[in-house]
């Protein structure tokens, strides 16, 4: 049975995604089996989700897109409202078995939340409720840009009231402008405790392979049965 990681970010549009898939190819050249998730997906483009299909490229065992990806709408807005206007509801119990399934094949699942930490996926629950009922170790990606701070404080804070672990965490910086960069890196790494995983300099033309030689996947730290331990 293999180990996971729940990936979480800042905010919706902040390369959750690509950190996904270049942790995928990082453990991948570890000698690892990996496999990407992303247990619920809102917004296609002409009948693909995005997400979806760079994890399964990123992914180096062979599954399907139905496998890593339970839930998927067409609509680009909160998965309570895309699963609502679908006349659907997401159930977590089969979000946990299709976790089950992958983490059989593979020695790394890496599990991509939808949004931000907090995001509602049905009328009672977030994702706080979907990384806490996997049991996963968290690793936050923090879109480098005014306001992050804040942001990437409280999202720490709420990952660990769900009582989970914050695995570490990545900078990835989407705003060329952002002034002061090194101070706001070097004040989370004083405040976020955990390990800095890697500082992903802009570019347009980053892709998961470039990325994933910024990923430093050794320091992530063993931590219970929940950790693969390089």
């Not at 399934?101 to 977030?126: C, H, M, R, Y």
Request: charge should be negative; proline fraction near 4%.
């Amino acid at each position: 049975m293999g180990r996971g990681y729940f990936v979480t970010g800042t905010d919706t549009g902040i390369g959750k995604t690509t950190i996904s898939c270049a942790l995928l190819r990082a453990f991948a050249a570890q000698g690892l089996q990996a496999i990407g998730m992303k247990p619920i997906a809102a917004g296609s483009d002409n009948g693909q989700w995005q997400d979806v299909e760079q994890l399964l490229a990123a992914s180096n065992v062979d599954v399907t897109r139905e496998q890593i990806n339970p839930y998927a709408f067409d609509t680009p807005v909160s998965p309570h409202i895309a699963a609502q206007q679908a006349g659907m509801k997401i159930d977590l119990s089969e979000i946990q078995q299709a976790y089950q399934q992958l983490s059989d094949k593979a020695d790394i699942v890496i599990v991509e939340g939808a949004g931000g930490f907090l995001v509602p996926i049905n009328a009672l629950q977030t994702g706080a409720d979907l990384a806490r009922a996997l049991n996963l170790p968290v690793i936050l990606v923090v879109g480098m840009r005014l306001g992050c701070l804040n942001h990437a404080l409280l999202t720490a804070q709420a990952i660990r009231a769900a009582g989970l672990t914050l695995a570490g965490w990545v900078a990835n910086c989407i705003d060329p402008q952002m002034m002061v960069l090194e101070e706001n890196i070097a004040t989370l790494e004083r405040r976020l405790n955990g390990p800095l995983l890697g500082m992903v300099p802009f570019d347009v033309k980053m892709d998961a392979h470039k990325t994933a030689g910024f990923m430093d996947v050794v320091r992530l730290v063993c931590r219970g049965n929940a950790v693969y331990c390089l």
